[in-house]
């Protein structure tokens, strides 16, 4: 397979190295094999995360030069007032240094303990602010989420019948906030449709809840949307994007991922009293309203970086990218969640290691062999980052053990990519030589980022 051509140039370089497997194992040990500890100069090809490791535009770069750094009114501060309303048609936003600092902001304001938030899939940092506030973060995928090999369009969407079964069931005084998150990060960086995020509005504003998106991949879901649900060809992604967030009340965005920019966050919302109560918070927590936790050039970054996302060239290069790497591992054999999503390809490590069980973590085992054979950084998605142990000690392991390669944006070229199908083949090969890992450090909270880890003995 072969895709579009790269729609731009290269205009700045960066060198990177690798250095020898001897090296690579000392670096193993000493990071506990947990790649978010290894210094990113040790790094080969890192796929580590999309989020925050694009590379700008000149139009960024030239937008960064006109900062304006005053500390309230900033001028940045109404250019990106001015596109989040153009794109997304919300009035009240609050600008945050990132994702998660707009989805602290939101649920330590609307949520008490014991409530519960509906959600396709939960990514990592949006669970974990639900459930440090004392909520319950609940998953309500369609089924097909479990069928790994299974091209079906849209595998992100929520299962909607049992999303209202859920809200009869506990009431709707138990739910301030109705979620859903595009793409679905956990699942696979799959799509949902729009047919899909029509069907969840209806059912929250039934019930008088409030509906907010995850957007973090808002531009990469529309432009599936364009490409896979019928009657969206001939729209372009900017007017879909418009029939999404109509459908909202408000949404939370890590601009680091679709917005193209290395930091800075969004918190949108259409309620005036709402904007009000969170907008205290974010003073106290974040900064003044106008600038949220970023300097003024960060928020030019940010305004021109959302219409550098639902560019439709760069999103057909974009998707075709990770469609290509998805071609060539099919052809290798090896498995992944099927259709390739928009921003990574996601491993089924219980597949491709079929000898090491969940309690041994055959995701996290598969990071360290990326790192161990070519010098390649991911993370794993699976029983590291989701598994739940509740006081008896009994662990409930996720239904999904992902490795994921996430592509940061404009930065590597085909050439890398053929060099990560390289050496996953090489691992495929003697994969019955991987061993299970075990915990010799794990946090209570976001233990992925963190954790350290023992190499088992061959059994």
């Given at each position: ?68 750094e ?8 109404y ?26 902001l939101?649920?330590?304001?609307i949520l ?32 097909l989420?479990?069928e790994i090999s299974?091209?079906?369009?849209f595998?992100g ?5 049992k ?6 069931t ?32 209806e059912?929250?504003h ?6 907010f998106?995850d ?16 009657g ?26 679709d ?20 907008k ?44 290509y ?7 290798a054999?090896i ?19 079929p ?12 990071v360290?062999e ?10 794993e ?13 009994n662990?409930?392991?996720?239904f ?13 070229t ?14 495929r ?13 794990k ?8 954790a ?8």
């Amino acid at each position: 397979m072969k895709y579009l051509p790269e729609p731009f140039r290269i205009k700045v370089v960066e060198p990177i190295r690798l250095i020898s497997r001897e090296e690579r194992e000392k670096v193993l040990k000493e990071a506990g094999y947990n790649l978010f500890m290894v210094k990113a100069e040790d790094i080969f090809v890192d796929l580590l995360t999309d989020s925050g490791t694009s590379a700008m535009s000149d139009r960024q770069w030239g937008g960064i030069m006109m900062g304006d750094e005053s500390y309230a009114g900033c001028r940045n501060f109404y250019h990106l007032k001015d596109a989040i309303k153009d794109i997304f048609g919300f009035d009240y936003f609050l600008p945050t240094h990132q994702g998660r600092a707009a989805e602290s902001l939101l649920f330590s304001t609307i949520l008490t303990p014991g409530q519960f938030v509906p959600n396709n899939n939960h990514f990592d940092t949006t669970r974990a602010n639900v459930e440090t506030n004392g909520g319950i973060a609940m998953d309500l995928v369609t089924s097909l989420a479990r069928e790994i090999s299974v091209p079906h369009p849209f595998k992100g969407n929520m299962d909607t019948e049992k999303l209202e079964k859920f809200i009869q069931t506990v009431g709707k005084e138990k739910i301030p906030v109705g979620m859903i998150t595009i793409t679905n990060n956990s699942n696979g960086g799959q799509p949902v449709s729009l047919e899909n995020i029509r069907k969840v509005s209806e059912i929250y504003h039934k019930y008088d809840i409030p509906f907010f998106i995850d957007a973090c991949r808002f531009a990469e879901n529309c432009y599936f949307i364009k490409m896979r649900e019928e009657g969206c060809r001939n729209k372009t992604v900017k007017e879909i994007a418009g029939e999404v967030f109509a459908c909202a009340d408000g949404f939370t965005m890590s601009a680091k991922k679709d917005a193209l920019v290395n930091i800075g966050g969004i918190l949108a919302m259409r309620d005036e009293k709402l904007y009000e109560r969170l907008k205290q918070r974010l003073i106290l927590v974040e900064g003044f309203p106008t600038y949220g936790g970023l300097a003024g050039r960060d928020l030019e970054a940010v305004a021109v970086g959302l219409y550098d996302g639902i560019d439709e060239e760069y999103l057909r290069y974009r998707t075709e990218q990770t469609a290509y790497l998805g071609a060539i591992l099919r052809e290798a054999g090896i498995p992944f969640v099927e259709p390739p999503g928009g921003h990574a390809i996601y491993l089924d490590a219980l597949n491709f290691l079929p000898h090491i069980p969940q309690s041994e973590f055959p995701g996290q085992a598969l990071v360290v062999e990326l790192f161990r054979e070519g010098g390649i950084r991911t993370v794993e998605i699976g029983s590291v980052m989701f598994a739940q142990e509740d006081d008896r000690g009994n662990i409930t392991y996720p239904f999904l053990e992902l490795v994921r390669l996430a592509l940061p944006r404009r930065v590597y070229t085909r050439s890398h990519l053929d060099y990560v199908a390289e050496t996953l083949t090489r691992i495929r090969d003697n994969k019955e030589n991987i061993r299970g890992l075990k915990y010799s450090y794990k946090p209570p909270v976001l233990r992925h980022f963190t954790a350290r880890f023992d190499p088992l003995e061959q059994k």
